[in-house]
């Protein structure tokens, strides 16, 4: 994934995009920088006032001291008042940017294609998410009032020094754009070491998230100090990268400080030599040189600011990263023709077709760079009604074509299309036709109500139970203390697997999609749960047009076809006596993983009935 790109082309092609964030909130912003305003007032008027001040004194004027006091005091209160009005604007501005930037990529994570996210980290997006948003964000806040406010006060501080002496003023100024460009070498430098301190840091987020959800292996195989050693390690080479950064924010701002120290000493020097000579009284001096430190910290606060811009930028590229990637549907990530052949719909007028796959070619990407094709021409018509089983050896396939069928991969070549319509060109409707059940179901934490009604926001309390009832669910959570209203903790986490396969199988009674993919769990459950889960898949699975991808002898068996996939290809397709005739590679599996799971049940009953 592209993520660094030259920093003022990234700058100009970043900045607009940012700011376009800011556009419904553009009233707070306008007042924000309105009301900077007072921050400038306050920074000149202590120059002014220091000045009034002396001089007031040199004259002794007693009742001029009193008036400009009680006028300081007021003015005080005044620009104070602004100053926390502009940081409460600035701040409400900020954070609403930086929610709807982070609430786009939150949306954006879930369009973009399905085989993208696979190749990254969750724990990498969880920190594009958080960190680098936030400091994208963050960047407009330095741009916007930090740089825009230093050049106004350069602005207003350079025309109130020019009154005073021009030549000097002048010197103060033209060395500003030294003391900023001194700064600049770093760059780079400073911008690199960012993308690579967010990238560290992201795999960081992922190590320690991938320890927490793994625990249970963890501490069963005593990995604690592996991992330890493996999260030290890691954390030891973001040190060494952020300490290189610190080393260059330092020499940063020390180059810059340098500079703007030399030329201060220098125009002091210039204007207490003016003074002695009669031409400035101490007042003017002293306001002088206040006003050339007004004219010249911009410059160093620029310089730095400009750091800060750097660092910002690595974090928005990484964002930006995923936010220009093309929406699932929209890909073609092949240069080779797909196929033209519009989406046949089968002639006979009596048979619906559920599910075709026409020509389907599919390579998944892999993390290396290299793609070996998968799928290379497949062709397959689910007729509305039948129940198909998909069996083959490990690695054949079945997974991928399952996710193929729901969308969440796209044929490089080919046309997949679901009771007609084209999976890719109608990802919406047609996913609302599907109800996919993954061998290993996904809950949220949550109760259980908000679990099964997952996908039927609108499901009234009477059809949850119903899809509950029918899960064969209904009977454990009545059980519960809080019945529908228990919590289940993160992933389901206080259920057993058989419970948790009941509430997806009631999830997806309540979607009552027409066309149900199936991946048949293999995970060894008790005999009564598995009884209880294989009743309520049958029933779900009664008519509806199912595909399986079938572990267990009984649901080949009473499939209307079995599809047999090795290697990415339809090798095999029939009954299963037809299959079994051929005595080819489904008479193959048959003897090794279904007779296998048959005999296992013959014994699980025979022991049972002589217990
Ligand atoms: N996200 C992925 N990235 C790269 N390769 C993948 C990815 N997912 C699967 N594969 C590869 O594609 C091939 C088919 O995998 P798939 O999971 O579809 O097989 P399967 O028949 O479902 O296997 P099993 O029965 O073991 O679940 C395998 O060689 C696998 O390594």
Redesign the pocket.
């Known amino acids: 994934m592209k993520e660094t790109s030259s920093s003022a082309q990234s700058l100009k092609y970043i900045l607009p995009r940012l700011i376009s964030y800011s556009i419904p909130y553009r009233i707070g912003l306008i007042l924000a920088i309105l009301l900077l305003s007072a921050n400038l007032v306050m920074d000149i008027g202590f120059a002014v006032v220091q000045q009034v001040f002396i001089d007031t004194i040199n004259n002794s004027s007693m009742d001029a001291l009193m008036r400009a006091t009680v006028i300081c005091a007021i003015a005080c209160v005044i620009i104070i008042c602004c100053i926390m009005l502009q940081h409460y604007f600035r701040y409400v501005v900020q954070s609403r940017m930086s929610w709807d930037f982070r609430a786009k990529l939150f949306d954006k994570s879930h369009r973009i294609p399905f085989?993208h996210v696979?190749s990254m980290h969750s724990g990498d997006l969880t920190s594009r998410n958080n960190k680098d948003a936030g400091m994208a964000i963050g960047m407009i806040n330095s741009i916007v009032y930090d740089l825009g406010y230093n050049l106004l006060l350069c602005f207003v501080s350079f025309l109130y020094l020019a009154q005073m002496d021009v030549w000097i003023a002048l010197l103060a100024l033209g060395s500003g754009p030294i003391v900023f460009l001194s700064g600049r070498f770093f760059d780079r430098k400073l911008r690199k070491l960012s993308t690579e301190i967010y990238k560290k840091e992201a795999e960081l987020r992922g190590l320690l998230q991938e320890t927490l959800q793994g625990m249970k292996v963890v501490r069963a195989f005593a990995l604690e100090d592996v991992l330890l050693n493996r999260y030290v390690l890691e954390r030891e080479k973001l040190n060494q990268l952020q300490r290189k950064r610190t080393i260059i924010n330092g020499l940063l701002w020390q180059s810059s400080a340098f500079v703007n120290n030399l030329v201060l000493v220098t125009c002091a020097g210039l204007i207490a030599m003016s003074a002695i000579k009669g031409g400035t009284t101490t007042g003017e001096v002293l306001a002088f040189i206040i006003l050339m430190g007004r004219v010249q910290w911009p410059f160093v606060h620029m310089s730095q600011t400009w750091g800060g811009v750097q660092e910002a930028l690595g974090a928005a590229d990484r964002v930006f990263a995923i936010l220009e990637m093309p929406d699932e549907g929209d890909l073609k990530t092949s240069s080779e023709p797909t196929s033209s052949e519009p989406t046949t719909i089968p002639v006979d007028s009596d048979v619906i077709t559920a599910l075709s796959l026409e020509n389907v070619h599919y390579r998944?990407p892999?993390l290396d760079g290299s793609e070996s094709s998968?799928f290379t021409g497949i062709h397959l018509n689910i007729a509305a009604g039948e129940t198909i089983a998909v069996v083959?050896p490990?690695?054949?396939?079945?997974?991928?074509l399952a996710r193929l069928c729901c969308g969440l991969y796209e044929p490089h070549i080919g046309n997949i299309s679901i009771y007609g319509k084209c999976v890719h060109d109608q990802l919406e409707e047609t996913r609302a036709m599907i109800t996919y059940v993954p061998q290993t179901p996904y809950l949220f934490s949550g109760t259980i109500r908000d679990n099964i009604a997952f996908s039927a926001s609108d499901a009234t309390e009477e059809e949850i139970i119903e899809a509950a009832r029918l899960a064969g669910a209904e009977d454990f959570i009545s059980k519960m203390p809080a019945g529908y209203d228990t919590l289940i903790g993160e992933h389901g986490s206080t259920l057993s697997g058989g419970q948790r396969q009941r509430i997806a199988i009631a999830r997806a009674f309540l979607r009552n999609a027409p066309l149900l993919l199936l991946d048949e769990a293999t995970s060894a459950l008790d005999n009564e749960s598995e009884r209880i889960v294989q009743q309520s898949l049958d029933l779900l699975m009664k008519d509806r047009t199912t595909v399986v991808i079938a572990h267990r002898l009984s649901t080949v068996r009473e499939a209307t076809r079995i599809i047999v996939l090795d290697q990415g290809r339809i090798i095999e397709e029939g009954s299963h006596e037809t299959l079994l005739a051929l005595n080819g590679l489904y008479a193959e599996l048959y003897n090794i993983q279904f007779r296998s799971s048959e005999d296992e049940i013959i014994d699980k009953i025979s022991s049972f009935s002589s217990s």
């Open positions: 085989s696979q998944h892999s998968l083959g490990s690695g054949s396939g079945k997974t991928t």
